[in-house]
């Protein structure tokens, strides 16, 4: 779970480390580690070079600041970067509604190249033209590793590592994208951990982030991903404070 939040927070399962392949996805990190010595709470993705974006129900109550590492493997010690934690106005704990904040840093991230977000309206125009059907998305982030069930319950396992799998389409809502893994194409999907994180459109070296990890349905983490649309008009309104929008 998120440090100190009692909230729904969704770690790649069935998936592969990710190591380079999506430099601009980092980690929110703590300012102590959990009690299995990890440190990383949520994921996120850099979105323009001073602009990090992940959800607003990481951030505690009034929360002004947060940690942001894109190594990708955060150890003590590797570089962190500071910045203002924005969640959007219209957000109400517990709901998935304008799950969205954006971590504002006073410099430029060097050496990274951010994400691209969507143009408006991509993923209805996917579905009229009947191509998001088949269309599969590249969730990443650094939460929890695949779940395994124990005599007391489900035992999650973190490594502060930054992870990537493939996930198919399931259903588009008004402002919700949800994501199931296929076990026929070998698809993993979210868990504790990984929410804030992207939900990159196509396959594993897309750089176009379309939604972000906000929750998911089972303490298993092997069901349907629940993520935030970035193409609506909602989305957009927060989005434009801080970043030029296509």
Request: hydrophobic content about 35%; glycine content about 10%.
């Amino acid at each position: 779970m998120i440090a100190g939040v009692a909230s729904p927070a969704s770690a790649i399962t069935n998936g592969s480390v990710d190591r380079n392949d999506h430099p601009q996805v980092g980690a929110l990190i703590g300012d102590a580690p959990e009690s299995d010595g990890t440190w990383a709470y949520c994921s996120g993705t850099l979105i323009s070079p001073t602009v990090f974006l992940t959800a607003a129900h990481c951030g505690g109550s009034g929360q002004r600041t947060a940690r942001v590492s894109f190594a990708d493997r955060y150890e003590p010690g590797v570089k962190v970067f500071t910045g203002r934690f924005v969640r959007d106005p219209r957000y109400t704990r517990g709901h998935h509604l304008h799950d969205m904040a954006v971590v504002v840093f006073p410099a430029a991230v060097p050496g990274i190249k951010p994400a691209r977000l969507p143009a408006p309206g991509l993923l209805d125009r996917m579905r009229d033209d009947g191509t998001l059907r088949s269309t599969r998305f590249t969730p990443v982030g650094y939460g929890a590793l695949t779940p395994t069930r124990k005599k007391h319950g489900w035992r999650f396992t973190y490594n502060d590592t930054r992870n990537r799998t493939s996930i198919s389409f399931e259903r588009l809502g008004a402002d919700l994208l949800k994501l199931t893994p296929d076990s026929e194409r070998g698809d993993g999907g979210t868990c504790f951990g990984d929410s804030g994180g992207p939900n990159f459109l196509g396959a594993a070296d897309s750089d176009l982030l379309v939604a972000t990890t906000i929750s998911g349905v089972d303490d298993a983490c092997r069901s349907t991903n629940i993520d935030y649309r970035l193409d609506t008009s909602s989305a957009r309104e927060f989005l434009r404070w801080f970043v030029t929008l296509p």
